[in-house]
């Protein structure tokens, strides 16, 4: 297959790969950019950037200090396109989009919640706006919302299926049957709701697809199959430019199918990760004692959660596996090397030339 590129506005990214964002700190400017290089679109994650102590003084400032000074480091480091990831439930969602915008990113992906309201967050008109849905509902709710609401409609969709890492858009249950939101089921779906809106407006919605993209062929039947491009979070986790602790991207090596599980996170939705010592610990009944004076999570129920998630985030990105949570896509157990981002893609784009 022909390798195509990826339009997204008037931002065009000469391969069809989005790095998915990954926080805590796992994709910082240096994998990003690195993504970026390469052809793809790298992005930041904003959640959980500056010091951990400092933010308990200042939250808003330290945090969007930290994130001006990841994108400013990506930019200094490429010319090619970066994203930054916001998760809806951030209690800071606001003032990070509008922080992005204003240092002069463009693309803004929306997570973790239904970005219903994001249209009015960002007061830049050059913002492409691209909200993460799970289903052709979620989609229509979103899109119509903008649609009413805004006269606008989103730059890209991005459809996460349930083969995702960190935080999940499906409950336990539909965990349980993944089949049934197999990305092939959903893309179809979501096709076939965008496509008034697309009329409406007279742009083309361009719909990137993520959750268990792995390798070359993956991302070609997906690109056949309508989707404008893929996004692929997992495989770069062990790249030699991934921003955490080698004991991080170990995890990952050592992984088994079987350590690879869904735990119900402090934030109130279902996740998925490596069962390393900090979950075996945790599932003895063991509870920490939070000192959380900013409310990072607006979702967080700080009285019942067993752990601070930004900490435990914090503790796995730094390589403390004793007590870090470390978030994992259901294919990590099908990694055994470390290899350059160079590499990766060179790897995936012989694959898709060669389907
Ligand atoms: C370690 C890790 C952290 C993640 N953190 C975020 C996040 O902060 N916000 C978000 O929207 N998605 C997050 N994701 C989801 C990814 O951006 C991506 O959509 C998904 O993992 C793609 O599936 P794959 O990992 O199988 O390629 C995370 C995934 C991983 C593996």
């Given at each position: 297959m022909k390798i195509p590129s990826l339009q997204i506005g008037d931002i065009t990214a000469r391969i069809p790969i989005i790095q998915g964002g990954m926080g805590v700190r796992v994709s910082l400017a240096g994998l990003a950019s690195a993504v970026a290089n390469e052809g793809g679109i790298g992005t930041i994650a904003s959640v959980g950037l500056g010091d951990f102590e400092a933010c308990k003084l200042d939250f808003e400032r330290v945090c969007r200090e930290a994130l001006i000074c990841e994108l400013r480091k990506a930019k200094s480091l490429t010319d090619g396109p970066i994203a930054v990831n916001i998760m809806g439930v951030l209690s800071n969602a606001k003032d990070l989009i509008q922080t992005t915008a204003r240092e002069g990113v463009r693309l803004i992906v929306s997570g973790a919640s239904l970005p219903l309201k994001l249209p009015e967050m960002v007061e830049d008109p050059r913002a492409l706006l691209?909200?993460?849905?799970?289903?052709?509902?979620?989609?229509?709710?979103?899109?119509?919302?903008w649609d009413k609401r805004y006269q606008r409609t989103a730059d890209a969709v991005i459809i996460e299926g349930p083969m995702a890492g960190g935080h999940l858009g499906f409950s336990v249950e539909q965990l349980q049957e993944p089949e049934k939101y197999a990305l092939s089921i959903l893309l179809p779906e979501v096709l076939d709701v965008i496509k008034p809106f697309e009329d409406k407006h007279g742009r083309k919605i361009p719909v990137i697809v993520g959750g268990g993209i792995f390798d070359g062929t993956?991302?070609?039947?997906?690109?056949?199959?309508?989707?404008?491009?893929?996004?692929?979070?997992?495989?770069?986790?062990?790249?030699?430019?991934?921003?955490?602790?080698q004991e991080f991207?170990?995890?990952?090596?050592?992984a088994k199918e079987e350590d690879i599980v869904i735990i119900k996170s402090p934030v109130g939705l279902p996740g998925r990760a490596i069962r390393n010592r900090f979950l075996k610990n945790l599932e003895t009944g063991l509870k920490e004692k939070i000192n959380?004076?900013?409310?990072?999570?607006?979702?967080?129920?700080?009285?019942?959660?067993?752990?601070?998630?930004?900490?435990?985030?914090?503790?796995?990105?730094?390589?403390?596996?004793?007590?870090?949570l470390v978030f994992c896509g259901q294919n990590a157990h099908r990694l055994h090397k470390i290899v350059t981002v160079k590499e990766l893609i060179a790897e995936l784009l012989a694959e898709i030339e060669a389907y």
């Open positions: 691209i909200p993460i849905i799970r289903s052709g509902r979620a989609a229509n709710l979103v899109l119509r919302a993956d991302i070609a039947r997906m690109l056949q199959a309508g989707a404008a491009g893929v996004q692929m979070a997992t495989r770069f986790v062990c790249t030699v430019e991934c921003d955490v602790a991207k170990q995890a990952y090596l050592d959380c004076p900013y409310r990072c999570l607006s979702t967080c129920n700080v009285a019942e959660a067993r752990y601070c998630i930004a900490q435990a985030l914090i503790s796995a990105y730094l390589g403390d596996m004793n007590k870090g």
